[in-house]
Nanobody
Framework: QLQLVESGGGLVQSGGSLNLSCAAS????????IAWFRQAPGDEREGVSC????????KDTDLAKGRFTISRDRAKSTVYLQMNNLKPEDTGIYYC????????????????????WGPGNQVPVSS
């Protein structure tokens, strides 16, 4: 049974950093793309960053560029999202999702590409 669990969130001050983790179980996540999404209060879920099965294939959206870095530890079946210089507008619930494909989709959105989702992890950023 596919299962993803996020961790590492929590209250952080503006300018601070967090390293989110997405641990996979029940399947070999190393063979599929894994992505991070964010849902701000009152907004739709939107893509942040995605890493393909080849670890050097990374797709960042504008939300991630310059401040967030996605990576994966194959031995631990875990994907990370290092977030630096956090801003209050980064506040939201962060979800990781596993794709049915090896590579990230052309447009990073919560589509049929993603077949398994974690329960989400809260990241409140105070000003």
């Amino acid at each position: 049974q596919l299962q993803l669990v996020e961790s590492g969130g929590g209250l952080v001050q503006s300018g601070g950093s967090l390293n989110l983790s997405c641990a996979a179980s029940g399947f070999n996540s190393n063979y599929v793309a894994i992505a991070w999404f964010r849902q701000a209060p009152g907004d739709e879920r939107e893509g942040v960053s995605c890493i393909g099965a080849p670890g050097d294939y990374i797709k960042d959206t504008d939300l991630a560029k310059g401040r967030f870095t996605i990576s994966r530890d194959r031995a631990k079946s875990t994907v990370y999202l290092q977030m630096n210089n956090l801003k209050p507008e980064d506040t939201g619930i962060y979800y990781c999702a596993a794709s049915r494909l090896r590579l990230c989709p052309p447009t990073l959105r919560p589509s049929e590409h993603f077949i398994s989702w974690g329960p989400g992890n809260q990241v409140p950023v105070s000003s």
